[in-house]
């Protein structure tokens, strides 16, 4: 099976930057879209940015112009680059893969990692 690690998190003051990186690993073809979500405490998820495979990247209003995602399409990675960060911006950041083709006709769904915090202070 398919499995997501984020790491990069950590600690940082209000304007710094982090660069966050997800990697999949496991018998991968393929994968469609990779996005990073942003889950606040006491929220619910939500998406931050997303790209597809051969698209162009998507972001929250809240992050437009501070944060890029980036993906390496060999290494099935997807990095999360974080400007201009903001207490606001404080919470678990979570990577997903939305279909991953693992085999000629077969598919996994819908893959998230575990999460790695982020700390903004003011």
């Known amino acids: 099976q398919v499995q997501l690690v984020e790491s990069g998190g950590g600690l940082v003051q209000d304007g710094g930057s982090l660069r966050l990186s997800c990697a999949a690993s496991?018998?991968?073809?393929?994968?469609?879209?990779m996005a990073w979500y942003h889950q606040a405490p006491g929220k619910e998820r939500k998406l931050v940015a997303r790209l597809a495979h051969g698209g162009t990247p998507t972001y929250a209003d809240s992050v437009e112009g501070r944060f890029t995602i980036s993906r390496d399409y060999n290494k099935n990675t997807a990095d999360l680059q974080m400007d201009s960060l903001k207490p606001e911006d404080t919470g678990v950041y979570y990577c997903?893969?939305?279909?991953?083709?693992?085999?000629?006709?077969?598919?996994?769904?819908?893959?998230w990692g575990r999460g790695t915090q982020v700390t903004v202070s003011s």
């Open positions: 496991g018998t991968i073809f393929s994968i469609n879209a």
């Open positions: 997903n893969a939305d279909v991953i083709r693992v085999r000629k006709h077969s598919y996994e769904y819908e893959k």
